[in-house]
């Protein structure tokens, strides 16, 4: 059993910078694809970036690409989200969720945008984007 806590979120401008972080508290997600998703009100669940177990595939949300950015440290057993020049629509509470394994068939960027791939959620944060 994992636990995932997600902590940095709050008010940002728009055009400025913020960083969210997802810690394993039992540090047993070493081995495990992680992924952000964020949810406004009304909607449904959102892929926003994932990262394999290694960190060195990364996949984003295309409303996200080329402003936000994936990371992971597994010393730390902790994954980031750093935000940059964050949109007004971009409000909304984010999650981050540790993958144990696909399962099915998938490939890419199918698996890790999936919810269904994902066995343990952090309690979300809420991010407010505005001026």
């Known amino acids: 059993q994992e636990r995932l806590v997600v902590s940095g979120g709050g008010l940002v401008q728009p055009g400025g910078s913020l960083r969210l972080s997802c810690a394993a508290v039992e540090r047993t997600t070493g081995n495990y694809a992680i992924g952000w998703f964020r949810q406004a009100r009304g909607t449904d669940r959102e892929f926003v970036a994932a990262i394999n177990w290694g960190g060195g595939v990364m996949y984003y949300g295309d409303s996200v690409k080329g402003r936000f950015t994936i990371s992971r440290d597994n010393v730390q057993h902790a994954v980031h989200l750093q935000k940059n020049r964050p949109k007004p629509e971009d409000k909304a509470v984010y999650f981050c969720?540790?993958?144990?394994?696909?399962?099915?068939?998938?490939?890419?960027?199918?698996?890790?945008?999936?919810?269904?791939?994902?066995?343990?959620w952090g309690q979300g944060t809420q991010v407010t984007v505005s001026s």
């Open positions: 969720a540790a993958s144990v394994g696909f399962r099915g068939r998938c490939s890419g960027i199918d698996c890790y945008e999936n919810v269904v791939h994902y066995t343990y």
